[in-house]
Nanobody
Framework: VQLQASGGGLVQAGGSLRLSCAAS????????MGWFRQAPGKEREIVTT????????YYADSVKGRFTISRDNAKNTVYLQMNRLKPEDTAVYYC???????????????WGQGTQVTVSS
């Protein structure tokens, strides 16, 4: 699976962005998808995941209620809608995939190239 993330940019605090991650291959529906982020000087952290079936999601406490993950298996794409952005959301955001059907927060084998999100105060 090859992943291509897009949609990052510069936004003011309180604003919104939508990230997209397009996947290659015909078996996208068999992969759990996740979004991770890494801020300068910090370790990569999980943001949200969605099961391959799309029925369940997981959110880190820091983004719960502000971010929404969704997927369109017909378009081989996963989205991250980010609302009420805060300066602390500034990071490089990565999409990732793992074969399975769970809300696992680890074991992601395939990674996109990352897209920069910068939130100004």
């Amino acid at each position: 699976v090859q992943l291509q993330a897009s949609g990052g940019g510069l936004v003011q605090a309180g604003g919104s962005l939508r990230l997209s991650c397009a996947a290659s291959g015909r078996t996208f529906s068999m992969y759990d998808m996740g979004w991770f982020r890494q801020a300068p000087g910090k370790e990569r952290e999980i943001v949200t995941t969605i099961r391959s079936s799309g029925g369940s999601t997981y959110y880190a406490d820091s983004v719960k209620g502000r971010f929404t993950i969704s997927r369109d298996n017909a378009k081989n794409t996963v989205y991250l809608q980010m609302n009420r952005l805060k300066p602390e959301d500034t990071a490089v955001y990565y999409c990732a995939a793992r074969f399975g059907d769970s809300l696992a927060r680890y074991g992601y084998d395939y990674w996109g190239q990352g897209t920069q999100v910068t939130v100004s105060s």
